[in-house]
């Protein structure tokens, strides 16, 4: 079986997630913004998009690819400041791909991490803006200060659904994400 990481990204978290990916399981990462596959070409996909302002980056791309897309086995993983327990995550998701979509995918989100100083200065200034308005003492602070969750670890569950697909009898083996050398 032919399969393929494709992501959509922002500011590098989502790419970094993707390349692990591929490092853990052998397949090919591809930015659906630079130079994507095509979709049919590959048995298997595992879509990597960030989260911005509540809505998967890799949005467009999916709607658009769909037809070509539906009926395979499709993982999406989702990269955000966000705490993967909280429930806005799943209506962005549900809202950005549409219902319909979403509910024929795997899907696990991942917390990125965001270098204020490398964000562009209206990035900055929205993000300022925003941090007022917030209730959250903690949530306001990260979005002034950043934050870094990156966590090789959490590409667990992404790394065992690939196994699963492709080999059910190794499906019940635990399956590690190689450390970086």
Known sequence: MKAAILYSGNYGSTCQYAEWLGEATGLPVFDVRKDPP?????DILILGSSVRVGKPTISKWVKKNWTQLN????????VSGTAPEDPDLLLWM????GE???SQMEYVPLRGRMVVSELPWWSRILLKGLARAIKDPEESKRMTEGFDFMDRESLEPIVCWFEKQTRPEQARKRVRVPEMA
Do not use: C, Q
């Open 38 to 42: 095509e979709p049919w070409n590959y």
């Open 71 to 78: 009926g395979r086995p499709l993982l999406l993983f989702s």
């Open 94 to 97: 549900k809202r950005g791909l």
């Open 100 to 102: 319909e979509i979403f």
